[in-house]
C-alpha cells in the first residue's frame, strides 16, 4: 500500500473544495431506495463507515471548469491529484476485499462496490475500470481512494432522484427503453433504469458503453449497458423498483416491477381494474375506495340537521357517508327538533312530520269546542287541541251546529227550530209572534184584555179576533178583528190558519139578563 502527504498550497485548495461539496446538500433529491446505515445498501448515514460516507459530489477543476472527477477533465496532469490521466490498461474489474465497516480494511475505508462492501485502495491517478480516484480525507494527511460511481447502475427508477447517490460523484439519470439498453431514451410508462455519467467508455463498467443520451432535451453521456439490464445483489437487497401499468376500458391500475433474485419480472404485477364493487376495495383503480354507486350500495338520505332522519336522496353508497341515513320521513332536514318521532307542540310547526300542524292532543293543548257554523258556539264533545286552532271555540252548547242562527241566547223565532237551544221550539213570544186572545167559548172572537203573543193559535188563546164581550156565549162575539191596546202585528197580515167568523157584533144584540 502506498502513502501520499500532500502539503502544498493547491493541495489545501483540493481539499477545501473537497470538503465544501461533501457539505452541500440543499436541492438533493433524496433518492427513495437508500437503505440503513450500515446496511451496505447506498444511502448509509456517515460516520457508521457504510456505503455513502465517503463519495464525492460532481465538482470542478480548480479553474472553475466543469469536469468528472477521476479524468483528464479535471486537475492538471502531473499535479499529483485525481484526474492526471486514465490508464491505458485499465480495463479489468477491481477485485477489492469484502468489507462490514472502516476498521475491517487496512486503508480504513469501507465503501460500497459494485455488489456490497469493499475495502477502499489508496490512489494518486489510477483506479480499476469504471472506479474513481477520490479525496476521503484531508487530516493528518490528504488522502484518495478508489470509489464506486456505479451504486445504482442499470437499477430501475421512475425519476432521476431515484438514481442519485448520497455523496456520490457526477449526476445520474433515470432514463427508459427496452431494459435500459445502449440507444434507448425514453420508457414511457413502464419506468426506466439508472444511468451515470461517464467522460468515455474507460469510465464505465464493464459491458457498458459511454453513450450521448437525451435527457429532459439535453444531450449526456451516460453509461448504458450493452445487453439487458440485470438486477445486482445490492438492487435485489434494497428492493429497487420501478413503476408500470395495466390498462383496460374500466381505467388504469399501477404496480410495479421489483428486482428480486431471479432478477427483474417481465410483467407488470398491477392488477386489471374492474367494475366498482362495495368490498373496501379500490377495483377500478381510480384512487378510491367503494366509490359511489359502486355494485351492491346503498341508498342514504342526506340528514343535515343530524336527526337521525332524512328526505332527499344523498347517493348510494357502500357504506354512511358521514351526512346520510336509511330513516326517511324527515319534513325539515335543516331543523334537528322536527322529525317523525319528536313530540308534538302547541308552536305552529309540523313537529312529528306527519303532515298537520298542532293536531289535536299536541304538548299544550286546551279543551275546546267545534264550532262549524261559526256562530260562537260549539258542538259535541270537547277535544284537545291547541288554543288558536281554526274552527274551535271555548263555549258549548250548539243545538244546531250548521245554522249561524240557532245558538245558546238567539233570538227565538216562529220557524219551529229551537233557536236558543233551550230545549223549546217557538216558546214565550218570538220576535215575529202573532197576539192570540182568551176564546173560551170557542167562537173564533176572543176578550180583548186577555190574549199571548204566540206562533200559532194555543187554546185557549184561540182567537185571532178580540171584542168578544160575552166569551161564555159562542153566539156573540166580535164583528171584525180587533187588537187589544197595546198589541201589534207588525204591519203584518194575520197568521196563516187562522180564520175569522162574522158574529153579530155585542152592540146590535138585544138585551139580555146576563148582559153587561
Partial sequence: MREYRLTTVVAEMVVGTALALLGCGGGVTTPKDTGTAGDGLPGDVGGDGGVGDILLAEAGDLAGNECLPGTDACGAGGDGLPGDGLPGDWTGDATYEPCLGNTDCESGYCVAGPD????????VEECPKGWLCTQVQSQPDVLFVCTW??????????????CLVPGGAGENFCVGGDEGTQGDEDGGDEGGFCATQCEGDATCPEGYVCQGTNVEGTTKNLCRAQAACECTEAAVSAGAWSSCSVTNEIGVCTGKRQCVEAGLPPACDAMEATAETCNNLDDDCDGEVDDEGADGCIEYLADGDKDG??????????????????VFGDCDDDNPALHPKA???CNGADDDCDGETDEAGATGCVNLYLDPDADGFGAGFADCVCADTAGYVAEPGDCGPDDPNVYPGAQELCNDLDDDCNNETDEGSPADCTPFYLDEDSDGSGVESKFQCLCKPTPPYSAALAGDCNDQDATVGAASPRLPRGATTGGSPLRAGVSLRRLPPCDTLPSSPDRQ
Fill in 149 to 162: 460511481p456505479h451504486q445504482r447502475l442499470c437499477w430501475p427508477c421512475d425519476a432521476n432522484g431515484d
Fill in 309 to 326: 332522519f332524512g328526505g332527499k336522496v344523498l347517493g348510494c353508497y357502500c357504506a354512511d357517508p358521514g351526512q346520510g341515513t336509511l
Fill in 116 to 123: 456490497g462492501k469493499v475495502c477502499a485502495e489508496p490512489c
Fill in 343 to 345: 313530540e308534538e307542540l
